[in-house]
């Protein structure tokens, strides 16, 4: 009998520790979703400036021919394009986003064979459908155009 009020005594502070325990890693539970809840969120016009400034420095880059650097600028506008809908799904605009699939594929073939020719015109029709896209968003009033002077000075965008 005293072995089971030992037992039964052993339990109980188990549970009460337990109890503790769970209770404290709540807490930790908790402020980890507040912390996670309250985490910078780039927003879809984050996103859109940066494609728009890699569109600006792609342009500049195929015009020189630094396909190097073209292909590098191309994949930094896909990376943005791809992390659109993790972080905006809740913007009905991202629907649209698929739009530009076949232009960013057809200028990155362009820069894969070092054609400035199909680069010129396939980076026209990336443009036009940047601003199809903005249309059929209502964002219309935001007009982008093949640039006249590059978005950095800082910059070298000939091959060295």
Known sequence: MKNLLILLSAFSFLGCRQSSSNSALQKKVDSLQIAVDNAYKPGLGEFMSEIQVHHAKLWFAGKEENWDLANFEVGEIQEALN??????????EVKSIGMITAPIYNIANAIKEKDENKFTSDFTVLTATCNDCHKETNHGFNLIKIPDVPPVSNQIFKPQ
């Open 83 to 92: 992390d659109i809908p993790k972080y905006c799904a809740d913007r009905p």
